[in-house]
């Protein structure tokens, strides 16, 4: 085990809270935060020291002060596309952690990103890939990525793509639409549990630092994977056009061939029938 004790979550969400819950069994003690008052007893129950962080822009600038006060920092927060405001204060975030984490105890920072920030190149990308955001949030995320990575600290930033787990069904994604473009186009997906397993592993690695993706080996086709889901849910397949027009492929070389990182369902058709 690594022998830094302290790690902070800023999010304990769908992946920070399952994350937190297998840090505090390996013994870490942790402390999370969540923007829900609600959410308060929740965390202190599953034994999170509890924070209320906010970065709404109708705010004040929230205390960071104890989340930052520790060993390691893993930032789990989404972008905030559901809101109309939501990137903005997502921004706002990156801006702050940026000028606070250098003054503070944190000596290692893992980001948690998205493999958003590359395009449908109609090609294969790793982690030594140009990027090429499309999208307002992806171009966010880029931007927070760029201010972490020229920090005085180890950095580790951590692209992941889909996530599907628990109360996040693939087999909800596209069930009962007809005509669904690109049906032949490869999925690149991920599983909390690989993820959780992934950012621990991360941890425990004195020398991690730079772009690693989190992706699933295996790439099936959009249509393979989505019907199956569906199928599994019991729930109406979905009807895709046989085409591949658009698409890319994410490869996650760095966690495997330096970290000796192995995936417990490395095919995604393997995952889906084990879900």
């Given at each position: 085990m690594n022998n830094k004790k302290e790690i902070n979550l800023l999010g304990c969400g769908w992946l920070g809270?399952?994350?937190?819950l297998s840090l505090i069994s390996r013994?870490?003690?942790?402390?999370?935060?969540?923007?829900?008052?609600?959410?308060?007893?929740?965390l202190k129950a599953a034994g999170i020291d509890p924070f209320l962080v906010q970065f709404d822009q109708s705010l004040p600038e929230p205390d960071l002060t104890k989340l930052l006060d520790g060993d390691i920092l893993i930032v789990s927060l989404p972008p905030g596309r559901r809101t109309a405001d939501g990137p903005d204060n997502y921004k706002r975030m990156g801006e702050?952690?940026?000028?606070?984490?250098?003054?503070?105890?944190?000596?290692k920072l893992i980001f948690i990103s998205s493999t958003s920030v590359y395009s449908d190149s109609n090609s294969v990308l790793t982690e030594i890939s140009e990027i090429s955001p499309q999208t307002a949030s992806a171009k966010i995320i880029a931007?927070?990525?760029?201010?972490?990575?020229?920090?005085p600290i180890q950095v580790i930033i951590l692209r992941l793509a889909g996530l599907f787990g628990p109360g996040r069904s693939p087999g909800r994604f596209f069930s009962g639409k007809t005509n669904i473009p690109n049906g032949l186009a490869p999925v690149n997906m991920i599983h909390q549990e690989e993820v959780v397993s992934l950012i621990n592993s991360l941890i425990d690695s004195d020398s991690a630092s730079g772009v690693y993706i989190g992706s699933t080996p295996s790439h099936p086709t959009k249509e393979e994977f989505y019907t199956l889901a569906a199928h599994i849910d019991k729930l109406p397949e979905p009807d895709f056009i046989p085409e591949k027009l658009?698409?890319?492929?994410?490869?996650?070389?760095?966690?495997?061939k330096e970290l000796g990182f192995?995936?417990?369902?490395?095919?995604?058709?393997?995952?889906?029938?084990?879900?």
């Open positions: 809270f399952p994350l937190a013994g870490f003690n942790v402390k999370g935060s969540t923007t829900s008052p609600e959410k308060m007893q929740v702050i952690l940026t000028t606070k984490l250098p003054k503070s105890r944190i000596s931007e927070i990525e760029k201010s972490l990575l020229a920090l658009s698409w890319k492929i994410v490869e996650s070389e760095r966690v495997e192995i995936y417990k369902f490395p095919n995604l058709i393997d995952r889906l029938n084990n879900l």
